[in-house]
Every structure is written in C-alpha cells, then in structure tokens.
C-alpha cells in the first residue's frame, strides 16, 4: 500500500497542464459503443478508471487499445455486441452504469449490474430507469442486476427529469440518439462534459439540439458512424490546481483549461483575494495573502461544482475569518472533514451545512482519503500544514488526478509517494 507523503509550506509557483475529464471520456467511451468501427479518443487522462472501463468494454466484444502516455484510446466495435456488464467492475467504477443506454439502444437489451451506493452518498437511478421506460425500455431489477430490454427500436419521448442529474441525462441521451422520433429531455443537465458528448454524437452523425441549455431535443437516426473526438479537460482538476495556488500563497498557470467552465469556483477565489486572469489556452491564479474565508453552495452547472467542495473546504479551513458551505448534491461528502480535524481544522458539520472557521496553521498528521475529492483536499490541506502529512487511500485519488505527484513537484511542493510499511521500519 502506498501514501502520499507531503512536507507542507512552499509556495507553489509554475505551469501546470491538465488532460481530458474523467467525467467525460468514460461515457464517451460508453458512447463509441453506438456505432460500429473504431472511435478514437484523445486527451484521454491516464486513471485507472479508464483502464476499468476499457476492461467493460473488452468483456463486451470490444477491441481496445488504450495508449496511457500518449493519452489515446482507440475502440473497434463489433456489429454483435454482448450486452452484461458484471459486478466485478461496476463495483470497482460506479461509472460503468453509463454502458446502459447505448447498449439497449444497440442490442435492445442491457444487463448492468447495481453499483449501490459509495462514499459520497446513495446515488439513485431512478431517473436513468424512467427516462429509458419513457423511451419504450423494460426495466426490471433482478439479483442485483438491473435488466433493460425492448422488443423494437426505443421510441422517441418527451421526459421531464425531476433535478438534473448528469448521469440520468447522458442515459437517456444515449438511449435516444438512435430511437424511432423525437425526444425532449427538459430539465436536462448542462455540465461542459454534457456538451462534450453531445459534441461527439452529433459528429458520429446523431441530432441533438440544445447542448449546454436545459431542453436537449434529439432526433433518432437509423445509424451512427465511428469518429476520432478530443476530450474536454478536467475542469475539476483546473480548479483544484487553481485552489492549491491560492491556498500556498503561490503563482500557478493552468494550461488546456477552460476558464469559463469554471467561473463559479474562480469567481469564489477572486472573492478570496486571489487575483485570477486569462491566459491563451488557460488562465493564472496568483495569491499573495493568506485567503479570506468564502461561502461556498453546491449546486448543478454552472452553479459552484460538488466535485470542488472538499477542495474549498480546505481552502477555508485555513482562510481568515469564517465560512459557511453547503452541499446540495452528495449527503455523505462532509465525512471527509473528519480527516480534515486530524490536521486541526475547525469543521462543524449540521446536515447539508459545514461551518469551518479559519485556523492560522494545519498540522501534519497521517490521514485517510475516501474518495477522490475528499483526497484532493486533504492533499491541499498537507501542502500548507507543518510538517509531514501521510494520505492514505492514495488509490481513490490515482482515480481522478493523472501524474499529481510529478506536477506538485514541478510546481516545487515537496511531496513523495511511499510504501506504508516503511513508514513503519
Ligand atoms: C456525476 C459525476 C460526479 C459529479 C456529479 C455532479 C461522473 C462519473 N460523475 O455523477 O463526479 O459530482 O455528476 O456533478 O460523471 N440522482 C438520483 N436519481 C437518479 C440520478 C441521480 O437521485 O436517477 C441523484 C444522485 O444521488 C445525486 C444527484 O442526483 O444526489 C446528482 O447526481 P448526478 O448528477 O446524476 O451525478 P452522477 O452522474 O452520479
């Protein structure tokens, strides 16, 4: 087992260049599945997650080649597909769940196994199974399995969903592309990485309008093509390098980002006392005081994103004055701050609601990361605590952040990984 050892205390300082979303590229590899031929996918981050999912996809009939340093990979489909994704790897990557639309709509039957809940709250799918019954579907779950089936090709709907789930609208979206009519899915999620595979389907030949509104209409067509499509870069992973800048004091450009993806959050560090400006192809954060204590409410694009609220929480655990943060998305995403207390922040937790009052210094201590935020911002908390902070669990945050140990250290934090058990020889 490995930790993430950090020696906390400098000041970041440098260019950082972030890769394609993760959030994004597993469900357009989901999508490659609607066409036969080979889909080719670049800026593709090098995560274990799209190792797992490139696995899914063998299992399926799938040839996948998957170029981890040259960010590439490529998936030749078969005219037959198998249509069972099996426990083992939905349990290990929740996001295998988005294999289910494309293939009902491609063998008018899926099999995808529950993936249950995680360590960020329950994660209904309720939404994802009405959408696709509105289309035509049968869904039904049995021994843990949730079977999809049609007898003809889905029918076009309309479909209202209830909060705008990311998941359940690229679901649907998937399932619709290639339905008989026309579907509207109002209420429909608007994150960058639902435009980028609206993006890509529309080049595989689909039709969709309103990408990046709250009304997607899709018209089916008979037939999608195979494409070569660059994947959207991880606005999750920019505004964690832009709050590390901010939290250490520092000067850090974040390259192959998008600013406006991620206004909410860069607008909140602006608020902090960061100053934030635009630079081709990125933008740069500099921060010479210690923060000011920001509120933070987490909510769908483009309102302030879940997926940085642990890394703002630790931002205010160390920020003048105090801050209220509430999480509107995941119930269980404050246990995190538990790990947090361990370095001696002030986090008080009330339901949806974390009161954190600004403490002058963290202190190094070995903690424990649950997923992969909740690791992002114990790794920003050890970048400005005293002394040594351990992180264990270091393979939730291998999930979402490719190559973080050799870009902190190119931005001059001192930080390695070890193997636990020299910790204790
Ligand atoms: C995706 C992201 C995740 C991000 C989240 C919100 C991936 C792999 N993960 O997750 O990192 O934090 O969007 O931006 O892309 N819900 C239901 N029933 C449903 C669907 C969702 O109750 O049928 C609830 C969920 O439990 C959650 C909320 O809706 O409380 C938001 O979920 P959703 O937007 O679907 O997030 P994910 O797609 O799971």
Redesign the pocket.
Known sequence: MEVLSITGGQRLFGTVRVTG????V??LMAAALLAQGTTTLTEVPDIL?VEIMAELLRRLGCEVDHDGPARRVSITVPEILAHRADYDLVRRM??S??VLGPLLARCGAADVALPG?DN????????????LKKLGAEVTNQHGYLIASTQQRLTGASIW???????????ILMAAVTANGVTVIDNA?R?P?IVDICQMLINMGASIDGAGTSTLTIEGVEQLEPVAHCTVSDR?VAGTWAVAAAMTQGDVTVLNANPAHLEAALDKLVSAGAQVSHVAGGFRVIMDNRPLAVDVVTL??PGF???LQPQFIALNAIASGAALVTE????ARFRFVQELARLGADVRTDGHHALVRGRSHLSGAPVEATD??AGAGLVLAGLVADGITSIYGVSHIDR?YADLVPALRELGAQVERIEAESLFT
């Open positions: 979303a993760k959030n994004s597993l469900k997650d929740r996001a769940i988005c809940g960020i709250g329950s994660r209904g799918l309720d939404m994802h199974i009405a959408g969903l209830d909060f705008p789930s990311v998941g359940a609208t690229e679901t999620a994150e990485e999750i769908p694009y994103p879940t997926d509107n998305l995941f119930e992969i935020r979402g």
